[in-house]
Nanobody, 114 residues
Framework: QVQLVESGGGLVQPGGSLRLSCVGY????????MGWYRQAPGKQRELVAA???????NYADSVKGRFTISKDNAKNTMYLQMNSLKPEDTAVYYC????????WGQGTQVTVSS
């Protein structure tokens, strides 16, 4: 049974940083392109960062230059380093395959507020 578990969210002030983690159980990360998604209240879930099996990364324009996605295949873990956080980054963050066709976890709440 495939399970993705996100962690690392929290409350942070504007300009602050957080590092999210995603651990995959029952799946082999190295054979999938993976992504981080977020869903803000009243909005649709959006893909904010993706990483291919070869390590090529892509970012939504809204987070480019501030967020960094990485993956440790040996640990079946993916990360999202978020710097220079803005209030508009407030959302529940999820990990999944880049195609979005894996199992959705509970997500981790990120709140950026002073």
């Amino acid at each position: 049974q495939v399970q993705l578990v996100e962690s690392g969210g929290g409350l942070v002030q504007p300009g602050g940083s957080l590092r999210l983690s995603c651990v995959g159980y029952g799946m082999i990360f190295r054979i999938y392109a993976m992504g981080w998604y977020r869903q803000a209240p009243g909005k649709q879930r959006e893909l904010v960062a993706a990483i291919t099996t070869g390590g090529i990364t892509n970012y939504a324009d809204s987070v480019k230059g501030r967020f960094t996605i990485s993956k440790d295949n040996a640990k079946n873990t993916m990360y999202l380093q978020m710097n220079s956080l803005k209030p508009e980054d407030t959302a529940v963050y999820y990990c999944n395959t880049a195609a979005g066709n894996g199992s959705w976890g509970q997500g981790t709440q990120v709140t950026v507020s002073s």
